[in-house]
């Protein structure tokens, strides 16, 4: 939160301005695991070793994981609610 009490992330702040009330954190939103060579064919990328990568358009890393040839992407998101 800001000084003023709203929230740092302006999309978060544009729905409170608009009468939303912030419900709670879903640490899982989406989740999309897949192989290593599969994260490797749809980013263009290669992952050397296993790790967080940061990808272009993605809001967080995807974790390598080369011994278990698992890549995830994990996004997190925040609720908001209205009361129409």
Known sequence: MRDDGLPFDPWLRTHVRCGGTLL??????????????????????????????VIEGALTPIRIDLEKDLGEYIEPNVWVTYHL
Do not use: N
Not at 28 to 52: C, K
């Open 24 to 53: 709670k954190a879903c640490h899982r939103a989406m989740y999309v695991p897949a192989s290593v060579t599969d994260w490797q064919e749809w980013t263009g990328l290669m992952f050397p070793e296993s790790g967080e990568y």
